[in-house]
């Protein structure tokens, strides 16, 4: 014997009354065509076109419809003559109206999830695109048939709204993540901000550049919240990793909107949101000797996620290939007003500064014994756990950086004393092959165009700087001396078109 796989027995047949106006001929047809697709998706249609016989009252027949309890779901045609008929209390539309509307609000007291009256648009008005639904019926969401190129999954919901099997279900409560079940955190309130930012970068909606610019302000102006307490004097070192842990959250919350920057737009006002906002981070670099958090070493989390937040943004526009905003970013300066505990008022510095050092860290790392080559370093790769950058994109991002530095002319006023000091590349040190922006460049017209962000320098004099750097002894990150030609396949580079 055949096995019956049709599951149609396990779906119950739903028995609606269908309530409309009687327009016109073509508009009684279509009703009816209606009404027997929907007798072909197991329901029990009851509609007057074939209730009805001579001599029948169809004011009584309607009234039964209505009030009879056995009717799963009324479904109510809406087209311009039955908004008229309804307002106006006219005919068979204005009966139904006169009994419907106490019980459609019951509906709606009673019933949530599972209404009775399901209002279905069948005409919009011709000149201003406008549905017709009645007074008694406003407010309620309806089902749209007006629309041929979305007739069939506008069917369908109706076919679900009767069987009450909607598309998407509420979800049943989870479990509670883990981190809520630890201390609570600091909360820059934030998140709502971020959010809003990124969906009108996905949507380019016109208002993404000022959404953005919201979210940095508040980031900038809520980010003291992470200043230590007054009474924070001993054991601050270990604080210090404490506090970078605590604003990991908010580290991967600037990262998403950053990814969604170089991902959607290319315009260069927003890229010079992401300039301004770490122009707004320097002064948090300094610590602040008036009483509050006097200790030298309590500014060492922000330097922290300064330089871990400048990698990530690199490694943004290198993924997304924004070359030239890249440039900007590193080529632009950073104005510094200063604070009475700063020793860099009123200047424009480069992006230098962010390639910060703790004091702190280096003190921890000391005094546990734990002898890394660079507790930055460890600790970045510690918290590289996003899947959409990883530690090597960091060190591609870092690698770059060291570069540049290299590249610009260190003599100048607003970089001396200052390096860049790649310090992820302590996890290179046996290293032999290139990263991925320099396998690309085997291809000429990609480097014609990632170039920009080495300030155009050719093949020639990347070999140039290699050797200046290796007379000067300026190239070991870690125990060996790094091999800049394998870093880049410098001999591999435009070999290809």
């Known amino acids: 014997m055949e096995q019956n796989n049709n599951n149609e027995s396990e779906i119950p047949v739903r028995k609606i009354f269908i309530s409309y106006s009687r327009s016109n001929d073509e508009y009684v047809n279509k009703v009816r065509e209606l009404a027997e697709e929907l007798a072909n998706h197991t329901m029990d249609v009851e509609l007057d076109q074939w209730s009805l016989k001579e001599g029948d009252d169809k004011f009584v027949y309607m009234e039964q419809m209505v009030n009879d309890p056995t009717i799963d779901k009324v479904i109510i045609l809406l087209d311009k003559k039955y908004k008229e008929k309804a307002d106006g209390r006219k005919d068979g539309v204005g009966t139904e109206t006169t009994i419907m509307t106490p019980k459609i609000y019951a509906d709606v007291v009673e019933k949530r999830g599972k209404q009775k009256f399901i209002p279905v648009i069948m005409e919009r008005?011709?000149?201003?695109?406008?549905?017709?639904?009645?007074?008694?019926?406003?407010?309620?969401?309806?089902?749209?048939?007006?629309?041929?190129d979305h007739y069939a999954e506008k069917f369908e919901e109706l076919v679900r709204a009767i069987h009450d099997k909607p598309i998407y279900k509420k979800p049943v409560p989870g479990k509670a993540p883990s981190y809520l079940l630890e201390d609570e955190g600091t909360n820059l309130g934030t998140s709502g901000r971020a959010r809003r930012a990124i969906e009108f970068l996905v949507n380019d909606k016109p208002q993404a550049l000022n959404a953005v610019k919201d979210y940095f302000t508040l980031v900038t102006e809520n980010l003291r919240m992470f200043d230590f307490p007054p009474e924070t004097q001993q054991m601050i070192d270990e604080s210090i990793i404490e506090k970078i842990q605590e604003?990991?959250?908010?580290?991967?919350?600037?990262?998403?909107?950053?990814?969604?920057?170089?991902?959607?737009?290319?315009?260069?006002?927003?890229?010079?949101?992401?300039?301004?906002?770490?122009?707004?981070?320097?002064?948090?670099?300094?610590?602040?000797?008036?009483?509050?958090?006097?200790?030298?070493?309590?500014?060492?989390?922000?330097?922290?996620?300064?330089?871990?937040?400048?990698?990530?943004?690199?490694?943004?526009?290198?993924?997304?290939?924004?070359?030239?905003?890249?440039?900007?970013?590193?080529?632009?300066?950073?104005?510094?007003?200063?604070?009475?505990?700063?020793?860099?008022?009123?200047?424009?510095?480069?992006?230098?500064?962010?390639?910060?050092?703790?004091?702190?860290?280096?003190?921890?790392?000391?005094?546990?014994?734990?002898?890394?080559?660079?507790?930055?370093?460890?600790y970045m790769n510690k918290r590289a756990i996003r899947k959409d950058f990883t530690f090597e994109d960091l060190m591609q991002a870092d690698f770059l950086l060291f570069l540049l530095y290299q590249i610009d002319d260190k003599e100048s006023s607003n970089t001396f004393w200052v390096s860049w000091y790649p310090s992820t590349l302590t996890f290179a040190e046996y290293r032999d092959k290139p990263f991925e922006v320099f396998s690309r460049s085997q291809s000429r017209k990609f480097f014609d165009k990632f170039k920009v962000c080495l300030r155009n320098a050719s093949k020639e004099e990347l070999s140039d700087l290699f050797e200046k750097i290796k007379e000067n002894k300026e190239s070991r990150f870690g125990r060996r001396w790094a091999n800049l030609s394998s870093f880049t396949g410098i001999d591999q580079i435009v070999t290809r078109p």
């Open 125 to 148: 008005d011709a000149e201003t695109g406008k549905e017709f639904v009645p007074t008694f019926l406003d407010g309620r969401i309806y089902i749209d048939l007006t629309d041929a």
């Open 247 to 378: 604003i990991t959250p908010l580290r991967d919350e600037i990262v998403d909107v950053f990814s969604a920057i170089a991902r959607y737009r290319e315009d260069s006002a927003i890229y010079e949101e992401i300039h301004n906002f770490f122009e707004q981070l320097l002064p948090y670099f300094e610590y602040r000797n008036d009483g509050d958090s006097n200790h030298q070493w309590a500014a060492d989390h922000y330097k922290f996620f300064g330089y871990e937040l400048f990698l990530y943004a690199v490694a943004a526009l290198l993924r997304f290939k924004r070359f030239g905003q890249l440039n900007k970013l590193t080529e632009q300066g950073y104005y510094f007003s200063g604070s009475p505990y700063s020793r860099n008022q009123n200047s424009l510095l480069s992006f230098l500064k962010f390639n910060t050092y703790s004091e702190a860290l280096q003190n921890y790392n000391k005094r546990q014994q734990r002898q890394y080559l660079s507790v930055e370093a460890h």
